[in-house]
């Protein structure tokens, strides 16, 4: 995630097209959402875990 987010932020945004700029916008923020979906499901398998198998306390 750091690396597209450096590009976005290093770009000359004079010399991208604006619809060049929309995608690579619209791409960031799908692996941020690719993340934060991954990491609930993470989530929520742990807390699962922890209520089966008396495990410690996860936290949201």
């Known amino acids: 995630m750091a690396c597209p987010s450096r590009k976005f932020i290093i770009s000359d945004l004079n010399a991208v097209h604006p619809v060049e700029r929309m995608a690579f916008s619209v791409a960031v923020l799908m692996l941020g959402v690719g993340y934060w979906i991954i990491w ?4 929520r398998v742990a807390v699962r875990a922890a209520r089966l198998f008396g495990g410690p306390a996860v936290s949201r």
């Open 40 to 43: 609930e499901r993470d989530t």
